[in-house]
């Protein structure tokens, strides 16, 4: 079959959604799918289809959907936040670049996450099975980096209602982790909609790529403790870094590698100065040579406040690494306390800390640990495994055996932007269905209900 998958996010990029995307792809491919991939290209200006040469520049959308959704939402009774309006301008332009390169040739479309969801669902013919991978809540993360002060009330509905409608605009619902079954759950979205499929990795590329070069060099005297995450307020560095500087009071004889970035870099680098501890911390941005870093570490530690089901843990499992990490998220269904690593209270530094300085000091017990680990990992994270069950979710949808769980709003005659629908069917030969709206009713509609 030939198959679509597809993200609002820039691809490629360091982290687990890219990683998911290509080992599926390669998977599907073995089985004799064709595979193509649709995503923002990384010059963040245009969308393209990653290794065909296919590329489309917003700007030949974008001016279109911004008037025309200013215009409807400027005509509301409620103003509507600027940042809501922006957000539903990327989305819908986004949906007019899948609609430029065509869906019809598709058996089926995969989503991988709630915005290019919704986006797919309304421009798609009619009766093309859509499915999607949700692989984090983006409502949930919102609130939690707002670290307890109350989010706009305009913002936090409209994420509510993006969540809801972003996972149930598919035929059907994968997720990596029973954690996050149950917390899309909380936002309405029914639990028979969502299938549990397990993340798998490319053990043997992993493995091969551990014995790879860097070009970091790491001091052979010291043991090395790395933490491979991005560098985001739901990742938890900030109380790691207090975990470390109670490490540092008892014992100097270690270094932490903080790889990945992010726009939490510069206030993370501020707090390394300001405790002391930027001869022990390190900051080596994204990189390419994860493995071979993991290969030379000691320790891997993973303090999230938020997550799913972390990569990290995953390649540090395989890597025969020792594990700290949170009770965050899906990350307990990754990791059993005690036996393949240990478990801190999500945000408790003195829990991190206790738990590193235990590993520093207990070789006998790291070395438990890191041999439970692979052995559970190894056998729990089979990539054939995953792609085998991504399949059957696909034929049940070829097949017509699945019946739609999801409550979700019928489509009708799109309501706004049909001289531009009309023009791009005419000019550029695009399939736009009647139903689909420059301005999405059931967002828009959700948010001033809501709101009254």
Not at 34 to 42: K, M, N, Q, S, Y
Not at 325 to 340: D, L
Not at 410 to 417: I, L
Not at 422 to 431: I, S, T
Request: charged share 20%.
């Amino acid at each position: 079959m030939r198959i679509l998958l597809a993200t609002y996010w820039k691809l490629p990029h360091v982290g687990g959604v890219w990683a998911y995307i290509q080992d599926l792809k390669a998977g599907l491919e073995r089985l004799g799918h064709e595979v193509d991939v649709f995503a923002l290209h990384p010059d963040e200006k245009s969308y393209y289809m990653l290794g065909t040469g296919q590329r489309v520049q917003k700007r030949y959308f974008k001016p279109l959907v911004e008037r025309e959704i200013k215009a409807v939402y400027a005509a509301q009774q409620i103003p509507i936040d600027p940042w809501i309006v922006d957000q539903e301008i990327e989305f819908c332009t986004y949906a007019l670049a899948a609609s430029y390169f065509g869906l019809k040739k598709y058996d089926l479309i995969h989503a991988q996450d709630v915005i290019s969801s919704r986006a797919l669902w309304q421009i798609k013919p009619e009766g093309l099975p859509l499915i999607n991978t949700i692989h984090g809540c983006l409502a949930t993360e919102y609130w939690l980096s707002l670290e307890g002060k109350a989010p706009p009330e305009f913002i936090w509905k409209y994420a509510c209602a993006r969540e809801y409608y972003g996972a149930t605009s598919s035929d059907l619902s994968i997720v990596p982790s029973k954690w996050l079954q149950q917390t899309l759950a909380s936002y309405l979205v029914p639990i028979d909609h969502m299938e549990v499929v397990s993340y798998g990795m490319n053990v043997e590329h992993h493995l091969q790529r551990m014995k790879g070069n860097t070009t970091l060099k790491l001091p052979s005297n010291l043991n090395i403790i790395a933490c491979p995450a991005r560098l985001d307020k739901v990742k938890g560095h900030s109380s790691l870094l207090n975990a470390l500087y109670k490490l540092k009071q008892t014992r100097s004889d270690w270094i932490c590698l903080f790889i990945g970035d992010g726009y939490l870099r510069s206030e993370l680098e501020k707090q390394t100065a300001h405790l002391g501890l930027s001869h022990h911390v390190l900051f080596v941005g994204s990189r390419n040579d994860v493995p071979a870093l993991l290969q030379q570490s000691d320790i891997v530690v993973l303090p999230s406040l938020h997550d799913n089901q972390p990569y990290a843990v995953m390649e540090a499992q395989i890597s025969r690494k020792p594990l700290v990490v949170s009770n965050a998220g899906g990350i307990p269904e990754m990791v059993r306390h005690n036996h393949t690593g240990l478990m801190a209270k999500a945000g408790d530094s003195n829990e991190l800390s206790r738990y590193l300085q235990l590993l520093l000091e207990n070789r006998s017990l790291s070395q438990r640990l890191a041999y439970n680990g692979y052995e559970w990992g190894i056998k729990q994270w089979s990539l054939p495994k995953m792609v085998d069950r991504v399949v059957d979710c696909y034929e049940i949808l070829l097949s017509n055996q699945h019946i739609r769980k999801a409550n979700h709003p019928p489509k009708y005659a799109g309501h706004y932007g049909s001289g531009i629908c009309e023009m791009l069917r005419n000019n550029q030969g695009m399939y736009i269905p009647a139903s689909f709206s420059i301005a999405d009713d059931h967002i828009v509609g959700s948010i001033i209900f809501q709101a009254r």
